[in-house]
T-cell receptor
């Protein structure tokens, strides 16, 4: 059973608006969470991360929120740009391994 | 900048063949990983290694083996390829240390393997 789930396979957003990508996890021992972006025919690239001792981490247009009680994290992209169109994977670490969600394909329309 | 290089972008093999997927990283990372990516399933860990000659099974090791003879090189071996091993294979590495805490994975560009 997947320990990290991304329930939305796809998301379409207008350029300039906010994109919100969601991720749920089941293992309360996860202590570190990451988001990766993947373009076709390329490997995933690291985007942003958050430690379990924080509830928010911001890096430019990207903000990750962590709600430990709900075992939920989200990635906000503001403003969204066409170049953000990609597949986004969330991942969680339990100290020595990484577990990935199934990905959300984001399409930002010009 | 970290570079993880996978030797082949595309491979087509026949059922029953022995297949080698090679991965090299240039940043002296101790940790190396092999994942496969399938639609709707995300990235699933096949094997990982924390040091030379050291390996541990991931979540889906069946039908695979690995080799880590040198620190910079981690090979994935399909002993007898089957059609259900058709997939995108991704190699990754991370900074030295026994634990991967606070250490993002750096991925290669992947090898698209088709087994016919």
């Amino acid at each position: 059973d997947q320990q990290v789930k991304q329930n939305s396979p796809s998301l379409s957003v207008q350029e300039g608006r906010i994109s919100i990508l969601n991720c749920d996890y089941t293992n309360s021992m996860f202590d570190y969470f990451l988001w990766y972006k993947k373009y076709p025919a390329e490997g995933p690239t690291f985007l942003i991360s958050i430690s379990s001792i924080k509830d928010k981490n911001e890096d430019g247009r990207f903000t990750v929120f962590l709600n430990k009680s709900a075992k939920h994290l989200s990635l906000h992209i503001v403003p969204s740009q066409p170049g953000d169109s990609a597949v986004y994977f969330c991942a969680a670490s339990d100290f020595n391994k990484f577990y990935f969600g199934s990905g959300t394909k984001l399409n930002v329309k010009p | 900048d970290v570079k993880v290089t996978q030797s082949s972008r595309y491979l087509v093999k026949r059922t029953g063949e022995k297949v080698f997927l090679e991965c090299v990283q240039d940043m002296d990372h101790e940790n190396m990983f092999w994942y496969r990516q399938d639609p709707g399933l995300g990235l699933r860990l096949i094997y990982f290694s924390y040091d030379v000659k050291m390996k541990e099974k991931g979540d889906i090791p069946e039908g695979y083996s690995v080799s880590r003879e040198k620190k910079e090189r981690f090979s994935l071996i399909l002993e007898s390829a089957s059609t259900n091993q058709t997939s995108m294979y991704l190699c990754a590495s991370s900074i030295p240390g026994r634990y991967t805490y606070n250490s993002p994975l750096h991925f290669g560009n992947g090898t698209r393997l088709t087994v016919t």
